[in-house]
Structures are given as structure tokens and as C-alpha cells.
């Protein structure tokens, strides 16, 4: 109380994460939420897990409970390194960081390259937390116009030459929040674009593996040509978020920075979940899991979007995703979303509204849906009660 007034003055406009703040409420017994971009807890392999971390600890507890090395625990980066070079990359092991969950990696990078004003472009929409830790920052954010295939390349190139902005942040696969992936032509325009101008942009792609049809895109990475790509990705959707491993493919000139930035942060990630998704990697056992997971996720996406048929106003834009966690939705011009989530939580039903995806305050007639965390016969009954808000306020 007596310390507030002296809070950094930029802490007074920061807003907690909508999701974060619901979770006391999405606790309550009988509610259906769409609301967290998370992944199903009853498809986690636990039973892998338990099997690897009693062989862990059975063959090296001192050294897993120990402090560790700042850039990762050595097979886990050997790990990490693995399953980025099946996406069409070849990073050296130690040109891997691990994170402590793909949002530190986002962090540490901002935190490296951004000082209070300097210039960031983001995607419109774009990650709420990206926007969270810009504004941490007291950095300008700069949104990009993008469509249903993902970021215009030519507003990009216009901005940074207006901006000279220090960082570019991209989600490119089933982006969080609204599904969409940017194509071939413009992941090749875009890595062409940021490396001729000189500015770093952070490829940001947990979201990739989970793909339910169509072919793989190759990453914006695949097409850097200037060293100017840092590509992300993490384990937290593909196997399970509370490991919080996430890696890092970093240009070697900025390794020495992050590692750095990263010691400054946290020391190092904790030992043992690293060593539990490294080890999870290296016995082959991912592959098998992902393909489950899009099976699972595909039924829970295909039933979501036929609900929504039935039961949605038809002047409500509804985005179908080819993969990832979420579906978007668009409302006729002077909606709010954020006032309809009252009606909708007194239901007992949880969605996220728009607008904090958004740097610029637009998005208020947006909200996101997750398909992958809700049981089917949830997805239907939260589908109905939600559009019966929907019908009586659109």
C-alpha cells in the first residue's frame, strides 16, 4: 500500500492475463472453458513420463536436483537440437538454449534488443503475453496488417522502413489466436524482407507439429539467408506445458547475450523436466505421441466447428484452422465481446474476447475458442449455450 506510488509508473497501465484472471471462476463445478490455450491434460503420457523419471533418478539424482549449465541441460539441448532438425533446420547443439517455456525465450530476446521506446513489430492479431512483455518494456508496438494467410508482406517491409524497428515477432503455424499460417510465398517474402532491412525477427513455432491436414510449411528459418532468424519452439503443446522446456535456435553471435540475459533471469532451467522431455525425445517416443494428439485434437476441432454451424448466428466470420489449438471468430462491427463474456460466464461458459490480442485497442467484436482442452460432449454443450448468448446479443 505504501510502496504503491512508487511502482515503476509504466506497472499502473500493465493488465493481467484474461486467462489467469478467469481461472478462479473456470474452477467452479459445471464450467465449460474454452477460454486457456492449453492441451488436453488426459492425453499426457504419463505413464512414459513416471517410467523415465524413476530411470533418471535412478541413475543420476545428484546431478539432476544439482544447479546446471545457463544454456541447458547437455542431452536436452542435444535433444531440442534433434527435433528442430526435423523441421527442415540443422542447429549444432550448442547454438540451442533451453527456456524455461517458449515465453522466456520471448523475453530474454525483448529484454536483449529492446530499451524503453525502441520499436517492435508484431502481427495483428498477435500472442497476448508477446504484447505483455513489450509493454513491460515501455516499448512502441507496431501491429502488421495480416489476413487469412497470415502477415502482408508488403506492410511489413513499410513499417520497418518507417519504424526501424528492433524486433520483429512472428507466430507463422496456427498462430495464437487465430489459427492462421502464413504461406509458402510469404515465409520466403518475409525472411527476404527483415534480412535485407537488418532486423532481427523471432520466428515463434510451438504450434507446428500439430497439424491435421495439408502438408508442413517449411520454417521462415529454412529461407534465412542473413542470420537474422531466431527460431522457437517448445514441448509444452506437443507433450506437456508443466515441464516448461522450450528451446531456443539462436545466430551464433547472439548465444553469449542470451546466455547472459538468461543468467540473469533464472540461472538456468530447472534440471530435471529438462531431462524428462530430452530423454522423452531421445527414446523415439514423440513421434507416436504427436500423431495421437492430432487425431484427438482433429475429432475435438471437426465437432467444434459443426456445432458452431448449428448453433452461431451466420453473421459471425468464423476462421477453421488446418491445425493448432484455436478457432477465431469475428462479430458484426459494434459488438463487444468482452461485455457478451459476462452473459456468457453467468451460463456457466468461458471464452477469451479479442481485444488484448490486439496492440492497437481494435479486435473488441474478436474472441478466440480452444477445441483441445474440452471434452466432446463439452464442446457441444458450451457450443449451444454460447450461441444462444450469441443469437440473443449479434
Same mark, same amino acid.
Given at each position: 500500500?505504501?510502496?504503491?506510488?512508487?511502482?515503476?509508473?509504466?506497472?499502473?497501465?500493465?493488465?493481467?492475463?484474461? $486467462?489467469?484472471?478467469?481461472?478462479?471462476?473456470?474452477?467452479?463445478?459445471?464450467?465449460?472453458?474454452?477460454?486457456?490455450?492449453?492441451?488436453?491434460?488426459?492425453?499426457?503420457?504419463?505413464?512414459?513420463?513416471?517410467?523415465?523419471?524413476?530411470? *533418471?533418478?535412478?541413475?543420476?539424482?545428484?546431478?539432476?536436483?544439482?544447479?546446471?549449465?545457463?544454456?541447458?541441460?547437455?542431452?536436452?539441448?542435444?535433444?531440442?537440437? +534433434?527435433?528442430?532438425?526435423?523441421?527442415?533446420?540443422?542447429?549444432?547443439?550448442?547454438?540451442?538454449?533451453? @527456456?524455461?517455456?517458449?515465453?522466456?525465450?520471448?523475453?530474454?530476446?525483448?529484454?536483449?534488443?529492446?530499451?524503453?521506446?525502441?520499436?517492435?513489430?508484431?502481427?495483428?492479431?498477435?500472442?497476448?503475453?508477446?504484447?505483455? $512483455?513489450?509493454?513491460?518494456?515501455?516499448?512502441?508496438?507496431?501491429?502488421?496488417?495480416?489476413?487469412?494467410?497470415?502477415?502482408?508482406?508488403?506492410?511489413?517491409?513499410?513499417?520497418?522502413?518507417?519504424? @526501424?524497428?528492433?524486433? /520483429?515477432?512472428?507466430?507463422? @503455424?496456427?498462430?495464437?489466436?487465430?489459427?492462421?499460417?502464413?504461406?509458402?510465398?510469404?515465409?520466403?517474402?518475409?525472411?527476404?524482407? =527483415?534480412?535485407?532491412?537488418?532486423?532481427?525477427?523471432?520466428?515463434?513455432?510451438?504450434?507446428?507439429?500439430?497439424?491435421?491436414?495439408?502438408?508442413?510449411?517449411?520454417?521462415? +528459418?529454412?529461407?534465412?539467408?542473413?542470420?537474422?532468424?531466431?527460431?522457437?519452439?517448445?514441448?509444452?503443446? $506437443?507433450?506437456?506445458?508443466?515441464?516448461?522446456?522450450?528451446?531456443?535456435?539462436?545466430?551464433?553471435?547472439?548465444?553469449?547475450?542470451?546466455?547472459?540475459?538468461?543468467?540473469?533471469?533464472?540461472?538456468?532451467?530447472?534440471? *530435471?523436466?529438462?531431462?524428462?522431455?530430452?530423454?522423452?525425445?531421445?527414446?523415439?517416443?514423440?513421434?507416436?505421441? $504427436?500423431?495421437?494428439?492430432?487425431? /484427438?485434437?482433429?475429432?475435438?476441432?471437426?465437432?467444434?466447428?459443426?456445432?458452431?454451424?448449428?448453433?452461431?448466428?451466420?453473421?459471425?466470420?468464423?476462421?477453421?484452422?488446418?491445425?493448432?489449438?484455436?478457432?477465431?471468430?469475428?462479430?458484426?462491427?459494434? =459488438?463487444?465481446? =468482452?461485455?457478451?463474456?459476462?452473459?456468457?460466464?453467468?451460463?456457466?461458459?468461458?471464452?477469451?474476447?479479442?481485444?488484448?490480442?490486439?496492440?492497437?485497442?481494435?479486435? +473488441?467484436?474478436?474472441?478466440?475458442?480452444?477445441?483441445?482442452?474440452?471434452?466432446?460432449?463439452?464442446?457441444?454443450?458450451?457450443?449451444?449455450?454460447?450461441?444462444?448468448?450469441?443469437?440473443?446479443?449479434?
Amino acid at each position: 500500500m505504501g510502496l504503491n506510488p512508487r511502482l515503476a509508473p509504466h506497472m499502473a497501465k500493465m493488465q493481467s492475463n484474461m $486467462i489467469f484472471s478467469l481461472l478462479p471462476k473456470l474452477s467452479e463445478l459445471g464450467f465449460i472453458s474454452f477460454a486457456p490455450g492449453a492441451p488436453d491434460a488426459a492425453v499426457f503420457p504419463f505413464d512414459d513420463i513416471l517410467g523415465i523419471t524413476r530411470d *533418471l533418478l535412478g541413475s543420476d539424482p545428484g546431478g539432476l536436483l544439482q544447479y546446471g549449465v545457463t544454456e541447458g541441460y547437455p542431452p536436452a539441448r542435444d535433444a531440442m537440437a +534433434k527435433l528442430i532438425s526435423g523441421y527442415g533446420l540443422a542447429p549444432k547443439a550448442d547454438e540451442i538454449i533451453v @527456456t524455461t517455456g517458449g515465453q522466456q525465450a520471448i523475453e530474454l530476446l525483448c529484454k536483449m534488443f529492446i530499451e524503453p521506446g525502441d520499436v517492435a513489430l508484431v502481427e495483428s492479431p498477435t500472442y497476448s503475453a508477446a504484447l505483455q $512483455i513489450l509493454k513491460s518494456l515501455r516499448a512502441q508496438v507496431i501491429p502488421i496488417e495480416s489476413d487469412s494467410q497470415g502477415i502482408i508482406p508488403e506492410d511489413l517491409e513499410e513499417k520497418i522502413k518507417i519504424f @526501424t524497428p528492433k524486433i /520483429v515477432y512472428i507466430v507463422p @503455424t496456427f498462430k495464437n489466436p487465430s489459427g492462421a499460417t502464413i504461406s509458402y510465398e510469404r515465409r520466403s517474402a518475409v525472411a527476404e524482407i =527483415t534480412g535485407r532491412l537488418n532486423v532481427l525477427l523471432i520466428e515463434d513455432d510451438p504450434y507446428r507439429d500439430l497439424r491435421y491436414e495439408g502438408d508442413h510449411l517449411p520454417t521462415i +528459418k529454412s529461407f534465412d539467408r542473413s542470420g537474422n532468424i531466431v527460431f522457437l519452439t517448445s514441448t509444452s503443446k $506437443i507433450l506437456c506445458p508443466g515441464l516448461r522446456v522450450a528451446a531456443a535456435y539462436l545466430p551464433e553471435a547472439l548465444i553469449p547475450y542470451m546466455t547472459i540475459a538468461k543468467q540473469a533471469a533464472d540461472m538456468h532451467s530447472a534440471t *530435471l523436466p529438462q531431462a524428462i522431455a530430452g530423454e522423452y525425445i531421445r527414446r523415439g517416443l514423440l513421434g507416436g505421441h $504427436i500423431s495421437k494428439l492430432c487425431s /484427438v485434437y482433429k475429432a475435438r476441432r471437426d465437432l467444434m466447428l459443426a456445432c458452431i454451424s448449428e448453433s452461431f448466428p451466420k453473421s459471425i466470420d468464423v476462421a477453421a484452422p488446418m491445425g493448432g489449438l484455436f478457432i477465431w471468430c469475428v462479430c458484426p462491427d459494434g =459488438t463487444n465481446t =468482452t461485455d457478451l463474456l459476462e452473459q456468457a460466464l453467468e451460463r456457466k461458459v468461458a471464452y477469451i474476447p479479442g481485444e488484448q490480442f490486439f496492440a492497437d485497442g481494435r479486435g +473488441k467484436n474478436t474472441f478466440r475458442l480452444n477445441f483441445t482442452s474440452a471434452a466432446q460432449g463439452d464442446i457441444s454443450k458450451g457450443i449451444e449455450i454460447l450461441g444462444q448468448v450469441l443469437r440473443n446479443n449479434v
